[in-house]
């Protein structure tokens, strides 16, 4: 397993896969290790995706310092990824919260970025979070899916802190509850560190106004990729990160939810291949 050392002397993995021109994929979570990622429905087969585990995840060592988890100080480990591999620049792809991470890298370090795709992206690093009541409404477009009449009263109850995260509303994250998102599911265990997740979000760790500055003169382009029925993001808040950016473009996936390589492989990788082929 490939492995490179930090800012800090954290020695971090990265998974290989696939031929060709390096993507480097940052995984959401936040703090999940990039095994969920899989093969990102077959993009493997266009570009070599260069999977990196955060500190603390995967096959990544635990940092001596907790605080390093804050999302800001996670940039330097991407950079010092990018020239561990040698790139002068790079083409990102980043899922879920992994897009915070990476918004914050291309504010700090604009000239190392390529091509960024942001993929179901909650813009917390932008000050736009996903609201309960975005998730709710994308809830409400699965009804009369057999189960949602289970799902919704327990889905709802959570996001308004009165009920604890139920698995049974895990269904609402994807766009289709099929063999493919239950065996997703089921290999999720041990992937993510709650306590290190709330680190990554500490309100310290972002600064809304100076990031939308520097982003603002940002040269790369910018992919937007929202799923239809997902509700962190919701398409309406995915749409208005592109406004952002000088040169931005927005795709929404039809019938997708928050991993839309798994809802229909072919058109994800189709439309991201793309977007990277310029």
Not at 76 to 87: K, N, W
Not at 189 to 199: E, I, K, P
Not at 221 to 233: K, N, Q, R, S
Request: charged share 25%; net charge negative; hydrophobic share 45%.
């Amino acid at each position: 397993m490939p492995t490179f050392d930090a800012y800090d002397g954290t020695r971090l993995a990265y998974h290989l896969r696939g031929e060709g021109e390096p993507l480097v994929v940052l995984p959401g979570g936040p703090m999940r290790a990039s095994a969920y990622l899989g093969d990102l429905g077959g993009l493997d087969e266009r570009r070599r995706l260069v999977l990196l585990d955060l500190r603390g995840t995967g096959l990544s060592a635990v940092p001596a310092d907790p605080d390093t988890y804050r999302c800001d100080r996670l940039v330097d480990d991407v950079e010092a990824l990018r020239e561990h591999l040698g790139l002068e620049r790079m083409d990102i792809l980043a899922h879920s919260a992994g897009g915070s991470l990476a918004l914050l890298h291309a504010a700090r370090y604009p000239e190392r970025v390529a091509r960024l795709a942001l993929i179901t992206v909650t813009p917390w690093a932008l000050g736009m979070p996903a609201t309960a009541a975005d998730r709710l409404e994308a809830a409400r477009l699965r009804e009369g899916e057999p189960w949602y009449e289970e799902a919704f009263p327990a889905f709802e109850a959570w996001l308004k802190g009165d009920g604890d995260f139920d698995p049974v509303f895990i269904p609402f994250f994807y766009g289709r509850w099929d063999a493919a998102a239950q065996e997703h599911v089921a290999d999720r265990a041990g992937q993510a560190d709650d306590a290190a997740a709330d680190v990554f979000l500490s309100d310290a760790a972002f600064d809304p106004p100076a990031t939308l500055a520097a982003l603002a003169r940002l040269t790369a382009p910018v992919l937007v990729y929202a799923g239809e029925l997902d509700g962190g993001p919701r398409p309406e808040l995915a749409r208005r990160v592109t406004e952002f950016f000088p040169r931005a473009e927005f795709t929404v996936q039809p019938g997708a939810g928050h991993y839309p390589w798994l809802d229909d492989p072919e058109h994800f990788t189709a439309r991201v291949d793309t977007f990277f082929a310029g």
